[in-house]
């Protein structure tokens, strides 16, 4: 039951990422409701209230949200539902920490890359093609190629090609996933390993949080790699800030974005960044619990204060804007093949481990995985803040030896393992 003066919130989407919110938001004396058309979304059980309806019908929502007396709306982990809850602030005349054009800004790949090099921020080489697909434009394309609709998230619609046959189907796929019915084609970076880094800002400061080494796999010629492991503080957290970070404070200043999270994906190839995604919002992978290690501030209590339009000087991150972790720290994602999961053991054990801070877990037994090359084959994540790098390391090898995912054909279902000696060096 609400109680008398209680504000309530409005959280767009049931996912497991959102329990995590509901209760920080609880922690924080809100009211909170979640709505999703899915009656079984996981976090609806842990909410206050919820409803069954889309995060899409803006309309109805407005509806519920006036009825209801909702104070703020809240989503800042997935790019559709972002978008979603701009747009019903918007309807109802509530705070909001984006605008439409700053969210085009980060979703639409050619205008983010237009505002790169706009601020000086290193991206990858492009090739233009025309929609015909002409002979003559396959032949100047140096292989292998990445194609990716410029308004893709989670990896969906993007085919890595090495020959013309492969661009028309990859381009064809990547026409279908984007709404905008556009497409870019990218020099492909063929490395398993790049960097992503955090920023936090607050009233127009922007703090640089961690600077993460990314680790992923590549496991056919088609798909796009995914992460496997995301190490924090990254061997080149030096470099990316004598020779980065300048013009990123600049690109986000040029956005005019005045709060919020960012964080921002580069490959890195022979001594040098190419920068191609950057997210404003939350990201799915939730190092908002590493951040919160480093800073003591909790990013998602300040994304709810903002939802609000309350006061966020109380969760000032000034003092820690060097990207730095006192403490090695891993964001682990565990990835699948495809099959039906049968069995699932050993995730209570891990949950006891003393470096393991927090764990998002999207698959159940009896649920199905297909081979899409996205992230629909993760199978959840584990958050470790660790005393050293042997003890980060140690957790990470007992995590792989407790957890058991066996399909209905009696198969381990474990698709790859980070093998942190063996990747990269750290002091």
Not at 34 to 40: A, E, F, H, N, Q
Not at 155 to 166: A, L, N
Not at 253 to 276: A, H, K, T
Request: aromatic letters at 10%.
């Amino acid at each position: 039951m609400k109680k008398t003066g209680q504000k309530k919130i409005l959280i767009l989407s049931g996912i497991v990422q959102m329990i995590d919110v509901i209760e920080t938001a609880q922690r924080m004396g809100l009211y909170t409701i979640v709505t999703d058309r899915d009656p079984s979304s996981p976090a609806k059980k842990y909410a206050d209230k919820h409803y069954n309806i889309s995060t899409s019908d803006t309309e109805k929502l407005a509806e519920i949200a006036r009825a209801e007396g909702v104070d703020g709306i809240f989503n800042a982990f997935d790019d559709v539902n972002t978008w979603n809850a701009q747009a019903l602030c918007q309807e109802l005349d509530l705070p909001f920490y984006a605008t439409a054009e700053q969210l085009e800004i980060c979703s639409d790949k050619n205008k983010f890359k237009e505002y790169c090099r706009a601020f000086g921020a290193p991206v990858i080489e492009e090739y233009e093609l025309d929609d015909d697909l002409s002979e003559e434009n396959l032949k100047k394309l140096k292989y292998p190629v990445i194609i990716k609709p410029v308004d893709s998230y989670a990896s969906q619609g993007i085919t890595v090609c090495h020959s013309p046959e492969e661009v028309r189907t990859g381009y064809e796929k990547a026409l279908g996933f984007s709404k905008l019915k556009k497409v870019i084609v990218e020099r492909f970076v063929d490395e398993a390993y790049g960097v992503q880094t955090i920023y936090t800002i607050q009233n127009e400061n922007i703090v640089l949080n961690g600077v993460a080494d990314r680790f992923v796999h590549k496991h056919s010629e088609e798909f796009p790699p995914l992460p496997i492991a995301m190490i924090f503080s990254s061997q080149h957290r030096e470099q990316y800030i004598e020779s980065v970070d300048p013009y990123v404070r600049k690109l986000i200043e040029g956005i005019g974005i005045r709060n919020g999270v960012v964080f921002i994906q580069s490959l890195f190839e022979n001594g040098s960044f190419y920068i191609y995604e950057m997210g404003f919002r939350l990201g799915g992978s939730q190092m908002y619990s590493i951040i919160e290690k480093q800073t003591g501030v909790n990013q998602v209590e300040m994304m709810l204060a903002l939802a609000l339009g309350e006061n966020i000087d109380h969760l000032d991150m000034s003092l820690y804007d060097n990207g730095h972790m006192p403490y090695p720290s891993c964001n682990l994602p565990i990835l699948l093949k495809g099959g039906t999961i049968s069995e699932i053991t050993g995730i209570d054990i891990i949950r006891e481990l003393p470096a393991v801070i927090h764990t998002a877990i999207s698959k159940s037994a009896g649920d199905e995985v297909r081979v899409t090359g996205s992230y629909t084959q993760m199978f959840g994540r584990f958050t470790i803040v660790a005393n050293s790098m042997e003890e980060l390391h140690d957790t990470i090898s007992t995590i792989y030896d407790k957890l058991k995912i066996v399909s209905t054909e009696d198969e381990d279902m474990l698709l790859v393992k980070y093998r942190p000696i063996e990747s990269a060096v750290y002091e």
